[in-house]
T-cell receptor
Framework: GAVVSQHPSWVICKSGTSVKIECRSL??????MFWYRQFPKQSLMLMAT?????????EQGVEKDKFLINHASLTLSTLTVTSAHPEDSSFYIC????????????FGSGTRLTVV | GNSVTQMEGPVTLSEEAFLTINCTYT??????LFWYVQYPGEGLQLLLK?????DKGSNKGFEATYRKETTSFHLEKGSVQVSDSAVYFC??????????????FGQGTILTVHP
């Protein structure tokens, strides 16, 4: 079945630095990837939608200059948290799927980001 | 817009008890409905899905029926196990149009099963 690999699974960084999170589809071509954010004991909130080869579409309230999304190939999307602050600490999860493969999309295992 | 409402938790049950987690939705068009499960520190796993009215999704003893008349997709299991302890999310997705593939999640329900 469809497998999505997300890396790293956890990261600790200092305030002011940038962190890159990768989301890879291992056995299918993901024309669309979604990035979600989950606060402790809360639900998942969609941050942005990325389509291969085009700019990401951000949800209202999400700073596009802070959360840079790149979807340069059909198997890789990256989320870069720039100039991270402690309030950016959260669990970030990607999901990937291709047109006609919509079965709820396949999720990565998530990345726990802690900014100190 | 789309929204999903789940019953509030946490839910605590004894092993072999019957489980129901309520989920209702509001949506435009003809959405697909999903239940996801999240174990501690992990990502989401698709538990089951239904793509049209009256469809029943089932997996690992869990079931949910897509009820258009009551806009509901309640999750049930006849006999829970300790290993079922996790957070359960009801979700809604549109399979077409500009919202293709986007999922709207409920707030999640924490289930704890005791031996």
């Amino acid at each position: 079945g469809a497998v999505v690999s997300q890396h790293p699974s956890w990261v600790i960084c200092k305030s002011g630095t940038s962190v890159k999170i990768e989301c890879r589809s291992l056995d299918f071509q993901a024309t669309t990837m979604f990035w979600y954010r989950q606060f402790p004991k809360q639900s998942l909130m969609l941050m942005a939608t990325s389509n291969e080869g085009s700019k990401a579409t951000y949800e209202q309230g999400v700073e596009k200059d802070k959360f840079l999304i790149n979807h340069a190939s059909l198997t890789l999307s990256t989320l870069t948290v720039t100039s991270a602050h402690p309030e950016d600490s959260s669990f970030y999860i990607c999901s990937a799927g291709g047109w006609g493969v919509f079965d709820g999309y396949t999720f990565g295992s998530g990345t726990r980001l802690t900014v100190v | 817009g789309n929204s999903v409402t789940q019953m509030e938790g946490p839910v605590t049950l004894s092993e072999e008890a019957f489980l129901t987690i309520n989920c209702t939705y509001t949506a435009t068009g003809y959405p697909s409905l999903f239940w996801y499960v999240q174990y501690p520190g992990e990502g989401l796993q698709l538990l089951l899905k239904a793509t049209k009215a009256d469809d029943k999704g089932s997996n690992k003893g869990f079931e949910a029926t897509y009820r258009k008349e009551t806009t509901s997709f309640h999750l049930e299991k006849g006999s829970v196990q300790v290993s079922d302890s996790a957070v359960y999310f009801c979700a809604l997705g549109n399979a077409g149009g500009t919202s293709y593939g986007k999922l709207t999640f409920g707030q999640g329900t924490i289930l704890t099963v005791h031996p």
